[in-house]
């Protein structure tokens, strides 16, 4: 059971002692610096701990630093949030949450994208390939994933503007180019890699939590109509590329050990490399808002490929990983209609529109509409830990040029 | 006319004063710095020029500061290379390119890959796609790319592991782990982005030269086997994401103007944003040896796409630039035979093996082999200026983990 601590933790606050997520902020006037949330604060921490490893506007230093330092600083911070004589020397690092400004929180190295939710994947193939089979032939074999733009990770708050492109709308020859109609969300969870490795070298899925720093949301944002266009046989390119949102608070691994579960029984064999003897489902309950009005809670433990099989996966082939590393899981689906992570899925690609509490409907995103996903996971006994959230609203295409 | 310079440049040297490539070296005992070749030496720019931008490992301080700051350096090196005053205090700033270590020559922001030859792609196409339209529909719209791994982009000289990976052998149900089978090069050109643009803004395909700094030859080593069995439905991953190289020389857009040519006549009407003023072609001249024998010359020119096109594509959905961007141009294949910038092309598939003047015969790479691509560009006058080379040797692949 974890101690009291001397700074006031509201009940229900997504961030108690057993949460400690990590981020940057920039104070009133104050250049950028990480940070740990606790309750409603947030504490200074090259400040409260004397490290100028964390007087730096990113992550990164303190990721390449490898997980016995993150476990040796977590515990530092129990510590010092704990015990009472701390207070007097640690108050002046603490900032009222609402007063800092929260800022992306690391540096991004390399970006991919997974497509690691079974339900989403087969609803997709039910919609763009309808007669045939769901999933494409590889896909109970191996995690399916890509690479997306690192530049345009954003953080949480990020206006988004509706992207410009080429299309063909349906039925008509010839391509035109505007803004997208099918502006979509998708509802992920990603994974913030902290220790690289060396090019031709292998993460084992067993060594995930020596690699892997932490979770946080992510709302990769996607235009339909462009991704239709231009996808095959390269894959999702300009669809994607033009923002992807990022929500600013790291949770740490090690404040997710209640939240590990097994993942959904597997109905094709794995290969060696993907067999893990540890439980990495997570035990992640998203929530997704438009407007205020929540249309979907995505359950990541429906997720088939788990982060150590995806990140086993990333670098079975060789491939070196560098700190700041990035990866999200694809869009959470779970198996019922309002468990469905992306727009596409819950108005089956514009056919069913979906009608909010408002009264207006929707099938894609419009000017002017806010998005925001949150989630909780077990904490230790009866507390629920959160990772806040990432939200972004859409505003209109800005000129052709 | 260039006047002659002090340092002696032999005849027929890729490095004559026209070209003045820009590198990283590392000179026995000392740190990395920013050098330019010039015919068997390498001037270090922070002691010849004073300039501290150039005491740094890589060339992105430089690449940020923009064209009228490229345009200026190169005038003041032309300066100083052919004011014989200059000699004295200036040659000991040159090194011996023999003497020098050579290393990746800027650090990759994001890194993308496009599939701008159609004669490649059409070979391609007709490879996998056998009776159907060879050129997806898209394909003379729009100039298909996709993201790659800037993590793993290295230096021309570095060992290239066979990359391990899961395949599924044709007429067999279960796939596979093990190391490629079919490791294959890609004959490519690359761009290096200067100058980086906010979040929500385009470049003008006219406006290519104010962003993109210089041009290198680029061996995107990929891994057929690998490729076929994941890139469907979201592209490449794995096949391409083990190794990248590069050459060490990064060619500036002003040593390319007697380069530029039209491109090839379109046979698509182009949207606007990719109706090109300025003629972006460029008649670089490709040769690629496997282990020192000539098998293919890929002609430039023959390329659909222009390297303006492919920014502003990439660009057109309001995706950001930062310094260190790189793009390169997909494989680069001539409509000859002998043109073709891919092993894969060059013996259809591995149903025409190539035979080697030694005899041997190849279909794709076999451990030990030896891949060099070299390039030439018409300079001004008679002269033509060269890229160096980017070079790579496949070792085995490790061990199983």
Redesign the interface.
Known sequence: MTPDSWVPIPDGSPFPLANLPYGVFAPAGGPPRVGVAVGDHVLDLARALGDDTFARPSLNAFLAQGRSRWQRVRADLLDLLTDPACRAEAAPALHRRADVRLLLPFEA??Y?DF?ASEHHAANIGRMLRPGQEPL???WK??P?????????L?VSGTDI?R????T?PPGTGA?T?GPSRKLDIEAEVGFVVGTGTP????V?VDDFADHVFGVCLVNDWS?RD?QA???????????K???TSVSPWIVPLDALSAARTPPPTRTEPL???LRDGADWGLDLSLEVRLNGHLVARPPFTAMYWTPAQMLA??T???????PG?FYASGTVSGPEPGQRGSLMELSWNGAQPLTLPDGTTRTFLEDGDEVTITATAPGPGVTRIGFGEVTGRVTAA?E??
Do not use: K
């Not at 399916?144 to 345009?152: D, E, K, L, N, Q």
């Not at 079975?316 to 560098?322: E, F, H, T, W």
């Open positions: 190295a390399d991919v497509y494409t032939p590889q074999h191996l399916i994933g890509y690479h997306g733009r690192a530049g345009t954003v503007t992207p410009r492109g080429q063909r391509p180019v090019l031709g070298t292998s084992g235009a462009l266009w231009e996808y095959v046989p390269l894959g999702p390119f300009l669809a590329s033009f923002a290969q060696e490399y996966h990333l079975v082939n060789g491939a070196s990983l560098r590393d800005g052709a040029r």
